[in-house]
């Protein structure tokens, strides 16, 4: 597609359940990056995969967010026994490899609400 | 390591006044820098980019920024502020030697654009 789409836009959940956000990338992008954003908070790093390479997981808070990536099209994050504190907008990126001087396009993100 | 620093968590400004937001960064080699806006409940749009060139770099809206490199500084700018420019706005930088996932963007805390009518 022309742009990143991310899917559900909102997703309201009761405190432990387990959800599901998935983000379509831009055709033709190898790289793509999941971020967390806390209301009134800026951009946390939580993963990123870059082709067929083993994924950065670095930012990933805790053992109960996951994500995965088929070679170079979607992406799930997937969030088990969500916590209040899970809530905030997952914003999902993706780019080129290179040139190094592209930036990245986000998608719209996804609102979590954990209640 | 990369690193970016927005150092006022919130701007307000007059409309049809300048506006300035602030940052500076860290990087082992020369800088790629970029400039993001977010409008409420919206995702994250690109506004500019410093590669290479000059330093004054123009960018979307009428926004520009200038990379000073002996400051570290990459501060974005506009000459004339709209209310429309109310949003939240974010630096980030890549230094283009790393490699591996250091590649990745690295990305400020956010300032808060308010511009009043």
């Not at chain 1, 806390?38 to 808070?61: C, T, V």
């Not at chain 2, 209310?83 to 805390?109: E, H, K, M, N, W």
Request: net charge neutral; with cysteine; charged share 15%.
């Amino acid at each position: 597609g022309a742009g990143v789409s991310q899917s559900p836009s909102n997703k309201v959940t009761e405190k432990g359940k387990d959800v599901e956000l998935r983000c379509d990338p831009i055709s033709g992008h190898t790289a793509l990056y999941w971020y967390r954003q806390r209301l009134g908070q800026g951009l946390e790093f939580l993963i990123y995969f870059q082709g067929n390479s083993a994924p950065d997981k670095s930012g990933l808070p805790s053992d109960r967010f996951s994500a995965e990536r088929t070679g170079e099209s979607v992406s799930t994050l997937t969030i088990q026994r969500t916590q209040q504190e899970d809530s905030a907008v997952y914003l999902c990126a993706s780019s080129s490899y290179q040139p190094l001087g592209d930036g990245y396009t986000f998608g719209s993100g996804t609102r979590l609400t954990v209640v | 390591a990369q690193s970016v620093a927005q150092p006022e968590d919130q701007v307000n400004v007059a409309e049809g006044n300048p506006l300035t937001v602030k940052c500076t960064y860290s990087v082992s080699g020369n800088p790629y820098l970029f400039w993001y806006v977010q409008y409420p409940n919206r995702g994250l749009q690109f506004l500019l980019k410093y590669i290479t060139g000059d330093n004054l770099v123009k960018g979307s809206y009428g926004f520009e920024a200038e990379f000073n490199k002996s400051q570290t500084s990459f501060h974005l700018k506009k000459p004339s502020a709209l209310v429309s420019d109310s949003a939240l706005y974010f630096c980030a930088v890549r230094d283009p030697i790393s490699s591996g996932s250091a590649r990745q963007l690295t990305f400020g805390s956010g300032t808060q654009l308010t511009v009043l009518p």
